[in-house]
C-alpha cells in the first residue's frame, strides 16, 4: 500500500501565500502522475493540479498563475505553491498519486491513492 501524508495547511488571508506538501511512502515502485484536489463546504471534490513524472504540469482554470505544482522524485513529495489565496479557495486540500506497486507478490498498475486531507482557510 501507499500512504500519502500532507502538510502546510492552515489559515491566511486573502492575498496571502500557503507552501502544502505531500510525502509519499509504501510499497510503490513507481509513482506516475500525482497532484492536489480540493472539496470546499458543500461542493464536490474537484481536481486543483496534477503533474506527470516528467513534470508536465496542469491546473484548473480557477488557479492559473496563482498555484504552482512541483515535485521531487527523489524524495517521493509533491508541492504546492499557492499565492495570492482568495477566501474562494477555502477547502480541504487532498494529495493524490497514481502509482504501480507491489505488495505481498503481487504487481499492480496505475491504482490511486489519496491523502486524509488538510484544511486551508482563507479569511480576514
Known amino acids: 500500500q501507499v500512504q500519502l501524508v500532507e502538510s502546510g495547511g492552515g489559515l491566511v488571508q486573502p492575498g496571502g501565500s500557503l507552501r502544502l506538501s505531500c510525502a509519499a511512502s509504501?510499497?510503490?515502485?513507481?509513482?506516475?502522475?500525482m497532484g492536489w484536489y480540493r472539496q470546499g463546504p458543500g461542493k464536490q471534490r474537484d481536481v486543483v493540479a496534477t503533474i506527470t513524472n516528467i513534470g508536465s504540469a496542469g491546473y484548473a482554470e480557477s488557479v492559473k498563475g496563482r498555484f504552482t505544482i512541483t515535485r521531487d522524485n527523489a524524495k517521493k513529495t509533491v508541492f504546492l505553491q499557492m499565492n495570492n489565496l482568495k477566501p474562494e479557495d477555502t477547502a480541504v486540500y487532498f494529495c493524490?498519486?497514481?502509482?504501480?506497486?507491489?505488495?505481498?507478490?503481487?504487481?499492480?498498475?496505475?491504482?490511486?491513492?489519496w491523502g486524509q486531507g488538510i484544511q486551508v482557510t482563507v479569511s480576514s
Open positions: 493524490w498519486a497514481n502509482a504501480d506497486t507491489y505488495d505481498n507478490g503481487i504487481f499492480s498498475r496505475g491504482d490511486n491513492f
Open positions: 509504501g510499497s510503490a515502485l513507481s509513482f506516475n502522475d
